[in-house]
């Protein structure tokens, strides 16, 4: 069965300082790894996939197989950076495609 | 285009009403994703659609949710008889799938959701 975890419901990291976001999954095949991010009083939107191998933001995400994990980690903090990170799930180009989310962690970057 | 777009923002019913959401998905996009999310948690999947064809329902759903995506462009999901457990924010995305390989391409373009109050 496909799942997502993020351990942490809250990260509080000082501005400067590094950020890393953990993400666990669970799927017996080779999935898909998103980050959607959730600013206040905006819509849930894609940060990053893992297939674009792609920084945004000063973000970035590998996925380690080998651990089943996808963690988000940014070098240096900035205030504009709280949010809630929603990590996702995806079978990808199999049939079972549907994308499932793990419970988010809520990042608070203090000044 | 605005984006996905969601009706009513805002829903409170009484326990054992019906009630029905309306989702307007980006115009060409065949997949459109109806989620569930409660305080605290993340988008639960409910069901999804590419075009007109339920693909999957959560096995989770009770009988007393439908959803439907009639000509393959906007869809409704209906909950039946609603129970206080059912309030929620119901999300709706949309995302351009291939239509040849059924694959998604993984971003999905959310609406800002309908909120359930069930008294």
């Known amino acids: 069965a496909q799942r997502v975890t993020q351990p942490e419901k809250l990260l509080s990291v000082f501005k400067g300082a590094p950020v890393e976001l953990k993400c666990n999954y669970s799927?017996?095949?080779?999935?898909?790894l998103f980050w959607y991010v959730q600013y206040s009083r905006q819509r849930l939107q894609l940060l990053l996939r893992?297939?674009s191998r792609e920084s945004i933001k000063g973000f970035t995400a590998d996925l380690n197989k080998g651990e089943t994990s996808f963690h988000l980690k940014k070098p240096f903090a900035q205030e504009e950076d709280s949010a809630m990170y929603y990590c996702a799930l995806s079978g990808g180009m199999n049939r079972d495609d549907k994308i499932i989310f793990g419970k988010g962690t809520r990042l608070h970057i203090l000044p | 285009d605005t984006g996905v777009s969601q009706d009513p923002r805002h829903k409170i019913t009484k326990r054992g009403q019906n009630v029905t959401f309306r989702c307007d998905p980006i115009s060409e996009h065949n997949r459109l994703y109806w989620y569930r999310q409660t305080l605290g948690q993340g988008p639960e999947f409910l069901t999804y659609f590419q075009n007109e064809a339920q693909l999957e329902k959560s096995r989770l759903l009770s009988d007393r949710f439908s959803a439907e995506r009639p000509k393959g462009s906007f869809s409704t999901l209906e909950i039946q008889r609603t129970e206080q457990g059912d309030s929620a924010m119901y999300l709706c995305?949309?995302?351009?799938?291939?239509?040849?390989?059924?694959?998604?391409?993984?971003?999905?373009?959310f609406g800002e959701g309908s909120r359930l109050t069930v008294l």
């Open positions: 995305a949309s995302s351009l799938g291939d239509a040849f390989k059924s694959w998604n391409t993984g971003e999905l373009f």
């Open positions: 893992h297939i």
């Open positions: 799927y017996s095949g080779s999935p898909e």
